[in-house]
C-alpha cells in the first residue's frame, strides 16, 4: 500500500539555523498539508496545499515558514531562522481529494532546536 | 475555528474487553466531518472510522464503532474486543467542509494489555 515518507526521520540543528522539512506524498493526491505536534501537546495544523498554492494556513505559519512543491513528487516545509520553540515532531499528510478527504499521514521528522 | 477535546490522556483496557474513548468538539458550522485516527508507538497516524455530521447513523467499522452525538457534540469511539495491536495514541479530529483545515484533540493513550 503506498506511504506518505518523510526525511529526515530526525533533525538537530542550531538555533537560527535553517531547515528544510522533505515529503513524498502518495502519487496520486492532489492536497498536501503539514502539522506539528509539540511535546506533549495537540497535533496542531499549520497549512494546507493545492494546485501549487496555499489553501489555508495557520497563525503558526508566519514568514518564517514556506511550503514548496519543487517538483511532481516532493513537498517540503522550510523554517527559516529556527527557534527553540520551532522544536517538534513534523507531520506531512496528503489526500487525494475523494471522501471526506481522507488524510495519510506520514511518519514525521522530529526536529530538535538547540 | 472548531476546538477538539480529549479528556481521558491515557486509559487501559484487557484484551477481549470493550473500551469507550471521549471526544467532544466545539464548532459554529453545520457542515463537517469527524475523524478517529490511530497513531502506534512509532509509526504513522492512520484513520480508524469518520463521520459525517449530517448524517445521524453511527459509523461502523469492524470493531470499531462511534457514538455520535450532535446536539451534544460529542464523538466517542468504541473498541469491542480489543486487540494488543490496538496499542496506540488516538485522535479525534474534526474539519469543516472545505477540508483545507483539519483540528486535533490531544490524544488518548490505550494500552490494551494481555
Known amino acids: 500500500e503506498p506511504e506518505v515518507t518523510q526525511t529526515p526521520s530526525h533533525q538537530v540543528t542550531q538555533m537560527g539555523q535553517e531547515v528544510i522539512l522533505r515529503c513524498v506524498p502518495i502519487s496520486n493526491h492532489l492536497y498536501f498539508y503539514w502539522y506539528r505536534q509539540i511535546l506533549g501537546q495537540k497535533v496542531e495544523f499549520l497549512v494546507s496545499?493545492?494546485?501549487?498554492?496555499?489553501?489555508?494556513k495557520s497563525e503558526i505559519f508566519d514568514d518564517q515558514f514556506s511550503v514548496e512543491r519543487p517538483d511532481g513528487s516532493n513537498f517540503t516545509l522550510k523554517i527559516r531562522s529556527t527557534k527553540l520553540e520551532d522544536s517538534a515532531m513534523y507531520f506531512c499528510?496528503?489526500?487525494?481529494?475523494?471522501?471526506?478527504?481522507?488524510?495519510?499521514f506520514g511518519p514525521g521528522t522530529r526536529l530538535t532546536v538547540t | 475555528a472548531q476546538t477538539v477535546t480529549q479528556s481521558q490522556p491515557e486509559m487501559s483496557v484487557q484484551e477481549a474487553e470493550t473500551v469507550t474513548l471521549s471526544c467532544t468538539y466545539d464548532t459554529s458550522e453545520n457542515n463537517y466531518y469527524l475523524f478517529w485516527y490511530k497513531q502506534p508507538p512509532s509509526r504513522q497516524m492512520i484513520l480508524v472510522i469518520r463521520q459525517e455530521a449530517y448524517k445521524q447513523q453511527n459509523a461502523t467499522e469492524n470493531r470499531f464503532s462511534v457514538n455520535f452525538q450532535k446536539a451534544a457534540k460529542s464523538f466517542s469511539l468504541k473498541i469491542s474486543d480489543s486487540q494488543l495491536g490496538d496499542t496506540a495514541m488516538y485522535f479525534c479530529?474534526?474539519?469543516?467542509?472545505?477540508?483545507?483545515?483539519?483540528?486535533f484533540g490531544s490524544g488518548t493513550k490505550l494500552n490494551v494489555k494481555p
Open positions: 496545499f493545492y494546485n501549487n498554492e496555499i489553501s489555508e
Open positions: 479530529a474534526s474539519t469543516e467542509y472545505n477540508f483545507n483545515k483539519f483540528y
Open positions: 499528510a496528503s489526500s487525494d481529494g475523494l471522501f471526506a478527504h481522507e488524510q495519510y
